[in-house]
């Protein structure tokens, strides 16, 4: 089992940053790509940016060259810089970890930019 818990959203302005963080704990060897979801109100979870064991990353086309993924291997956190928010990134933000091919999900951290 792999315990994933965000931190760092909230409420910020159009235009502003934040910083969201995912620490695991638990079973974390063998995890494999982690990434970054989010669902907003009335739409079906969609991807955000994924990060491999490798460190290869991979954007959904609306967050490219705004989010940076990144990912602290010793100490087991995943980190995801948000630039630039815009109204239409808020969401409820959840971590996910793939490790022996089972997908881990965090309980998500609310994310609202206002304009």
């Known amino acids: 089992q792999v315990q994933l818990v965000e931190s760092g959203g909230g409420l910020v302005q159009a235009g502003g940053s934040l910083r969201l963080s995912c620490a695991a704990s638990g079973s974390r060897f063998s995890i494999n790509a982690m990434g970054w979801y989010r669902q907003a109100p009335g739409k079906q979870r969609e991807l955000v940016a994924i990060?491999?064991?490798?460190?290869?990353?991979n954007y959904a086309d609306s967050v490219k060259g705004r989010f940076t993924i990144s990912r602290d291997v010793a100490e087991n956190t995943l980190y995801l810089q948000m630039n630039s928010l815009k109204p239409e990134d808020t969401a409820v933000y959840y971590c996910k970890a793939e490790r022996l091919r089972i997908d881990f999900w965090g309980q998500g951290t609310q994310v609202t930019v206002s304009s």
């Open positions: 990060i491999t064991s490798g460190g290869s990353t």
